[in-house]
């Protein structure tokens, strides 16, 4: 079975540290392009970071920019986010995504792809107070 | 950046219903639009893509469609199932932002 598997989320002081872990299982993560998105209590989904193993691309939004690091460990088969310097902002349940490519074909047959985010894991909450 | 900006944010209506969701974007995604669906304490779940196609295993009572900046969700026969938070994605370029979400709640 195709599945992510968040872990790592807690209690934790403003200021502090924490990693989230996401194991994948049913498919290699080096073949997709994965996500961390969040969201926090009652509110809207939050794209956070990206990371492409394929050629090594990495993005974050610019709300957890040089505080949060993605990266992955194929020989685990699992995505990680490092986050530094917690804020109460930073609240929220975060989950995993994978991103995949489904194709769409326009009227004259030319074959498009498409982004989508199609397996989710369950979450991880993270919260920051003291 | 690319703002993402759904309407109307909270939505009531009765099983058997037809449905609208609109999502407009800040600048034009052509169709790299995306549309999910999330219950309570559950991840999101993927409905619609490129706009108007629909994922595998969604039922048919759902489509999508539009182009450029404005795009629509469509429920045809609201089921009781059906009564979430809907949330629409564009993958034009990076960040691959939502918009705000829309909760659909029986009537």
């Known amino acids: 079975e195709v599945q992510l598997v968040e872990s790592g989320g807690g209690l934790v002081q403003p200021g502090g540290s924490l990693r989230l872990s996401c194991a994948a299982s049913?498919?290699?993560?080096?073949?997709?392009?994965m996500n961390w998105v969040r969201q926090a209590p009652g509110k809207g989904l939050e794209w956070v970071s990206y990371?492409?193993?394929?050629?090594?691309?990495?993005d974050y939004a610019d709300s957890v920019k040089g505080r949060f690091t993605i990266s992955g460990d194929s020989a685990k088969n699992s995505l990680y986010l490092q986050m530094n310097s917690l804020r109460a902002e930073d609240t929220a349940v975060y989950y995993c995504?994978?991103?995949?490519?489904?194709?769409?074909?326009?009227?004259?047959?030319?074959?498009?792809?498409?982004?989508?985010?199609?397996?989710w894991g369950q979450g991880t909450m993270v919260t920051v107070s003291s | 950046d690319i703002q993402m900006t759904q309407s109307p944010s909270s939505l009531s209506a009765s099983v058997g219903d037809r449905v609208t969701i609109t999502c407009r974007a800040s600048?034009?995604?052509?169709?790299?639009l995306n549309w999910y669906q999330q219950k309570p304490g559950k991840a999101p779940k993927l409905l619609i893509y490129?706009?108007?196609s629909l994922q595998s295993g969604v039922p048919s009572r759902f489509s999508g469609s539009g182009s450029g900046t404005d795009f629509t969700l469509t429920i045809s026969s609201l089921q009781p199932e059906d009564f979430a938070t809907y949330y629409c994605?564009?993958?034009?370029?990076?960040?691959?932002?939502f918009g705000q979400g829309t909760k659909l709640e029986i009537k």
């Open positions: 490129a706009a108007s």
């Open positions: 049913g498919f290699s993560f080096t073949n997709y392009e």
């Open positions: 994605q564009q993958t034009f370029s990076t960040p691959r932002c």
């Open positions: 600048q034009t995604i052509t169709n790299y």
């Open positions: 990371i492409s193993s394929s050629d090594g691309t990495i």
């Open positions: 995504a994978r991103d995949s490519k489904l194709h769409y074909y326009d009227t004259t047959g030319q074959r498009w792809p498409h982004d989508v985010f199609d397996i």
